[in-house]
């Protein structure tokens, strides 16, 4: 009976590929500060790993470019020279592969196959990866082309190496549907460098769908699993959590929970820890300090590097937010002074925060002024007299009528004037509610005069005055029961 569930089978092996790639990441971090360090470590990782597998291949690429750095050419080349035996290798693995297909050796032959695509993907040849990905998937299902659920260790084995193809050429329609495949396997035991993996690459698509709530929990447990298998991924890890901690805007910091406070003061992550602290204060300066005195640490990673000016928004928002709060009028150039940004940039983060209903208020351009208060208020004002125009109109229509057929029953060709001065006085009245809410006012208020004088000319001062003071006090006082029509 074959083993399909080997679980953590090849256990030396295993622990012997955590310590190459330890001294790799080790090595890495070396090339800033002491390149010949570098060097040395990564020629270590060479000789470290016999077969010339992955972090052979990896190491000898950051030779090579570190050697150019340093303009030893001579050496640079000698390093290139190795990298060019990796095709003798690759022949190797598929004279390996063959062999093993020929005696049935199933599970030698799916990690064989694994470390090749592994290679495939060091030096960018998805095409070819792709097909080795199809195989090894081929491999992990039934006949009928179903999972096959004893084989679900393997499964999550070929996701993870497929889920960082997908992250690396920005795939997220792939990589969304492969981490949620990984997510439902559950007859697994999975190496906890595996779920790392798949962790991470989770969070880093939620960061580009920008839901950092989501990205933060993958992280997180990006971290502990790497941390569980020795793995030096966890400190970048954990900077992508207090990444995406600052960026979901949370007062939680994360080094307070006790997997992480042991790596408060590792000096990868000092630098994170002093940026987080200057968030939470809101000292813009300081975190801009911060910044740019950790280039290596925090810059130069470029996934780091596409949310900073996130990071910064979030930042200024909170100190502006902060710096308002006691003043109904603020300048724009004092704001500008304190958050050390140009003035334009205060205006487009204000105009962001009004839309977003963070603040309530609204910019004076002309006197370069952010003026606080409650926006709904002038709109109600607005809304009030929009009513009192549509009511005046119905007023004016009905007077018109009524006084109209009262002339034209008495006196014909007063009625025509009449109907005349009603049309004049609908039409001024249709006019004002192009206005704005104080220009309205005094233009109803012309109207109702114009009117009286119009009435008056058609009826004389004796005969219609209650018919003036009606349309005068429609105007000037507008009492509740003339604009019900009850009179």
Request: net charge neutral; charged share 30%.
């Amino acid at each position: 009976m074959e083993d399909y569930g080997f679980e953590y089978s090849d256990e030396e092996p295993e622990e012997q590929d955590v310590d190459i790639e330890n001294q790799y990441y080790n090595s890495k971090g070396l090339v800033e500060t002491d390149p010949e360090a570098a060097l040395e470590g990564f020629a270590e990782v060479v000789r470290m790993e016999p077969e010339k597998a992955e972090w052979g291949f990896k190491a000898l690429k950051q030779t090579v470019k570190l050697y150019y750095k340093l303009g030893k050419y001579k050496e640079m080349m000698d390093a290139y020279r190795d990298i060019q035996n990796f095709g003798l290798l690759q022949e190797f693995y598929q004279t390996t592969l063959k062999a093993l297909e020929e005696a049935k050796n199933e599970r030698l032959w799916f990690k064989t196959n694994l470390k090749l695509c592994k290679i495939w993907f060091d030096i960018g040849e998805y095409g070819r990866m792709s097909k080795i990905l199809k195989e090894l998937h081929k491999s992990c299902q039934k006949e009928d082309g179903t999972d096959d659920q004893k084989k679900g260790t393997q499964l999550l084995e070929v996701y993870a190496i497929e889920i960082q193809m997908y992250t690396e050429t920005k795939n997220n329609k792939k990589l969304k549907e492969l981490y949620q495949k990984a997510l439902s396997v559950k007859s697994a035991i999975p190496h906890p460098r595996i779920m790392g993996i798949i962790r991470e690459c989770g969070g880093k698509m939620h960061m580009a769908e920008r839901q950092w709530a989501e990205a933060a929990t993958d992280f997180f447990e990006a971290f502990k699993n790497y941390d569980e298998a020795g793995n030096q991924r966890r400190i970048q890890c954990l900077k992508y959590l207090v990444l995406a901690n600052m960026l979901m805007e949370s007062e939680v910091n994360p080094f307070d929970g006790q997997e992480a406070k042991p790596y408060k003061n590792d000096p990868e992550i000092l630098a994170m820890t002093n940026l987080i602290a200057a968030y939470q204060r809101n000292e813009i300066l300081e975190f801009e300090r911060i910044l740019k005195s950790n280039r290596r640490t925090i810059m130069d990673d470029p996934f780091i590097r596409n949310y900073i000016e996130d990071l910064l928004k979030n930042v200024r928002t909170q100190v502006l937010l902060k710096l308002i709060k006691p003043y109904t009028r603020i300048r724009i150039p004092f704001i500008s002074k304190e958050l050390n940004v140009p003035e334009k940039d205060v205006e487009e983060l204000l105009v962001s925060l009004i839309l977003d209903n963070r603040i309530q208020g609204h910019i004076d351009q002309v006197n370069r002024l952010l003026e606080r208060g409650d926006r709904s208020k002038g709109m109600k004002k607005y809304t009030a007299i929009d009513k009192w125009n549509t009511q005046l109109k119905s007023l004016y229509q009905t007077v018109g009528n009524r006084a109209a057929k009262r002339a034209e029953a008495q006196l014909p060709p007063i009625g025509q004037c009449l109907i005349t001065c009603a049309e004049k006085t609908a039409s001024c009245a249709m006019s004002c509610g192009t206005a704005g809410p104080t220009q309205a006012m005094t233009c109803y208020q012309n109207c109702g005069t114009q009117n009286a004088g119009c009435v008056t000319g058609c009826l004389g001062t004796t005969t219609c005055l209650w018919l003036i003071d009606l349309v005068v006090a429609s105007f000037h006082h507008l009492p509740p029961t003339l604009l019900s029509g009850n009179k």
